[in-house]
């Protein structure tokens, strides 16, 4: 038996429920949705001028890696597809599909052609969702990442697109919040203007006062002191406010990440009189965003209602949101979320693979699936210690990622529904799917021959001379299964032993990975999140960079992510990009797998709720979207 049939069939009768598990707490994959997902009034919503990705506009086929990126201007003018098979009841699926054609199927840009839009949207109903309450809603602690999981009651200076409106979720598209895209009339200077008649929540200590340009001035002074988002704001110099409608904000030095990273939802802008009333921001959450916290409890689930001087109309004039209300409640086990979804008591569930998503679609074939490009910041991968003998040997490590069979860990662990992983976003140079095998050099291919011989140059002829640690990251799910896998093959090809440790709790995987405690090779999750490369460059691999988890010290890479960072010119960005992508996988300084796609999953009447390469919604930084949902019943 091939080992992708040999694992699938292994595997298919324990694998657990991913994100349902990771919405109610319950994986590394979870706790990373809540710490890093976001999202954006979708195009509908949008009353600022929108503008694509630099790389969606500007990318060319000789700055892309291969073939021509597709963009959001070209998703823009997409006609309408002959036959619209967004649920199985239409056209059923039969699970023999390839991705290609499941991925072009269920697409987010056919979105906008479904039947509701016609007439829609309407207003009124309460979406209900799976979620939970986070552990502080203090904006500028150090676990203020989590909360970009409840953007909704909140606003930014710019977002991203979102929502079924959106030219293509699978390639971002920046556009504006509480202002419009800034102008930009020198390479260190932002001016962005403030949209009209914005105002607070009615609620004390603000009382629904309108916003002005000294509110946005307090937050980036108080952001630049935050753990968490004192890095988005450490090369700002100034921050000016001519008048009380415009905020001018000056940098030391031109940076290219700048406005990518303004729109994490990280960037949510509170309240002056909030932080400094007793109790803080901790007290609850109260912005200007489109619903008011009505309160919830932790791991039961909380509620919202509308904003009902929220600014935002949607494109033809109708107030937003849209929604009466939200409710999301907290349930841990994956098999009640499923009843529950199945059951009709939310809306909307992400299944945790395809034998979910199509376990969903024999029981109800008239649900609207989304498949979504995966996140290049949520991915399992293998760090390894390049401090530490084999694995400061770059022969060993290349010898490793040869012995990786992934389209075995592809058909065996994904059942096809995966691409090949790399931690760079690729939608910057206008790439609407996956890296593609040819794209990741030659270290991603499976050759067992080379292996050896690598290994051989090395010193070894039979394994690495010792058992090495793998450190796991979660004890079941597909990352499990995953790394299961790897090393089978890492002993079945090249004859390594591994010590499998898996941690007792997700605290513990944490303390390993962050403070670096692993002995030798360790599953990773954590790839960014950000909105813009250089988290995935610098960040990752510059010798001085505090995100730079792996110890990586290649004075090649210093050079070429410090200069990315200030590169306007986006072509010449890519170029360079590209230069860092190609040593860093030359020199095996991390093992790739896989990367699964995202499905989404909603009943027919559901409007708005789409996934983005970035994001998930309506839990995570998706969230923001939900001032653009809407229910057709």
Request: hydrophobic share 35%; aromatic share 12%; net charge neutral.
């Amino acid at each position: 038996m091939a080992n992708g049939d040999y694992w699938r069939q292994t595997l298919l009768s324990r694998r657990v429920a991913r994100r349902s598990a990771l919405v109610s707490g319950g994986s590394a994959a979870a706790l990373f949705l809540a710490a890093c997902s976001g999202s954006n009034n979708n195009k509908a919503a949008s009353t600022g001028k929108t503008t694509t990705n630099a790389s969606a506009t500007t990318a060319a086929a000789a700055a892309a890696p291969t073939g021509a990126p597709l963009t959001n201007a070209s998703a823009t003018t997409a006609a309408a597809p002959s036959q619209l098979y967004l649920d199985a009841k239409s056209k059923p699926v039969t699970g023999k599909e390839t991705i290609e054609e499941l991925r072009e199927r269920f697409a987010q840009k056919n979105f906008k052609f479904l039947p509701g839009w016609k007439n829609g949207p309407k207003s009124g109903g309460t979406l209900r969702f799976i979620f939970d309450l986070p552990t502080s809603w203090d904006l500028t602690d150090a676990g203020a990442a989590q909360l970009a999981s409840w953007a909704m009651f909140h606003n930014k200076l710019v977002d991203f697109d979102i929502g079924d409106l959106s030219p293509n979720t699978n390639i971002q598209t920046l556009v504006g919040d509480l202002a419009d895209i800034p102008q930009q009339p020198d390479p260190q200077t932002y001016i962005f203007k403030l949209k009209p008649g914005i105002k607070w929540q009615n609620l004390p200590p603000v009382n629904g006062r309108a916003l002005v340009a000294d509110d946005i001035k307090y937050n980036i002074e108080t952001y630049q002191k935050a753990p968490t988002q004192g890095p988005i704001y450490r090369d700002v110099d100034q921050v000016q406010t001519p008048d009380a409608n415009t905020v001018v904000i000056k940098l030391k030095q031109p940076a290219s990440y700048f406005l990518g990273n303004m729109a994490e939802p990280d960037n949510l802008i509170f309240a002056r009189e909030q932080h400094q009333a007793p109790g803080g921001l901790g007290t609850g959450p109260i912005g200007t965003g489109a619903f008011i916290y009505s309160g919830g409890t932790l791991h039961q689930g909380y509620k919202a209602r509308k904003n009902p001087d929220y600014f935002k109309k949607d494109r033809n004039g109708k107030q937003l949101p849209y929604l009466d209300g939200i409710e999301a409640v907290y349930i841990a086990d994956p098999d009640a979320v499923a009843a529950a979804f199945r059951s009709n008591q939310i809306d909307q569930t992400t299944p945790a693979d395809k034998q979910h998503w199509l376990d969903f679609l024999k029981t109800n074939p008239a649900l609207i699936t989304q498949i979504c490009t995966p996140p290049p910041s949520a991915q399992p991968y293998y760090a390894v210690n390049l401090d530490k003998p084999p694995f400061n040997d770059v022969r060993v490590r290349q010898a490793l990622s040869l012995a990786i069979d992934r389209e075995a860990i592809l058909s065996g662990v994904y059942d096809g529904m995966a691409g090949y992983g790399y931690a760079q976003d690729q939608s910057y140079f206008g790439q609407e799917w996956p890296w593609t095998k040819d794209q990741l050099g030659k270290y991603v291919n499976f050759d067992v021959k080379q292996a050896k011989q690598l290994l051989a140059a090395a010193g070894f002829t039979n394994g690495l001379g010792r058992p090495i640690d793998f450190h796991y990251l979660v004890p079941s799910g597909t990352p499990f299964d995953n790394q299961q896998l790897v090393a089978d093959q890492w002993k079945r090809n090249l004859g390594v032993e591994v010590n499998n440790i898996v941690p007792p709790d997700y605290a513990t995987w944490l303390d390993q990975f962050f403070s670096k405690k692993y002995s030798d090779v360790i599953m990773a999750w954590f790839a960014g999140p950000s909105l813009d490369p250089d988290a995935y460059a610098y960040g990752a691999l510059n010798s001085k960079s505090t995100k730079n988890y792996f110890h990586v010290n290649d004075p090649q890479l210093d050079e070429l992510t410090q200069a990315q960072r200030s590169e306007l010119d986006t072509k010449k960005r890519q170029s360079i990009l590209q230069q860092i992508m190609q040593r860093d996988l030359d020199q095996c300084y991390r093992l790739w797998t896989l990367n699964g796609y995202k499905i989404n999953v909603r009943y027919p009447y559901v409007y708005g709720i789409t996934d983005q390469i970035h994001a998930w919604c309506p839990q995570g930084w998706g969230s923001k979207g939900l001032e653009a949902a809407w229910l057709d019943k």
